[in-house]
């Protein structure tokens, strides 16, 4: 499994959590590294992209909450989630492109994670 993304859980609202995504895609570093979510009842949407030279990229609608990262040593993209809203409650998705054009796209994806689920409580 090229993708494996790990820490969700149950949270409450204003809380934080730390999502990880280990990648054994290679070289790590040449890819695009992406989080995306799908709530229940709706389409997966794009929420964070740290590109090979580590610009990062947010959704509006998670502007200043979420940062992401990455470490090449590790192989692992981080997604650091902070201030949570019970609207964040989803399925978090890794994702790993080769090309940086079309990020917001989940079809422009190489690579998938299984999903790991976050849940906010009010």
């Known amino acids: 499994v090229p993708l494996q993304a790990s820490g969700g859980g149950l949270v409450q609202a204003g809380g934080s959590l730390r999502l990880s995504c280990a990648a054994s895609?290679?070289?790590?570093?040449?890819?695009?590294m992406s989080w995306f979510r799908q709530a229940p009842g709706k389409e997966r949407e794009f929420v964070s992209a740290?590109?090979?030279?580590?610009?990062?990229f947010y959704a509006d609608s998670v502007k200043g909450r979420f940062t992401i990262s990455r470490d090449n040593a590790k192989n692992t993209v981080y997604l650091q989630m902070n201030s949570l809203k019970p609207e964040d409650t989803a399925v978090y998705y890794c994702?790993?492109?080769?090309?940086?054009?079309?990020?917001?796209?989940?079809?422009?994806?190489?690579?998938w994670g299984q999903g790991t689920l976050v849940t906010v409580s009010s």
């Open positions: 994702a790993a492109s080769y090309s940086d054009i079309g990020l917001l796209i989940d079809n422009s994806y190489d690579y």
């Open positions: 895609v290679v070289p790590f570093s040449s890819y695009v």
């Open positions: 740290i590109s090979r030279s580590r610009s990062q």
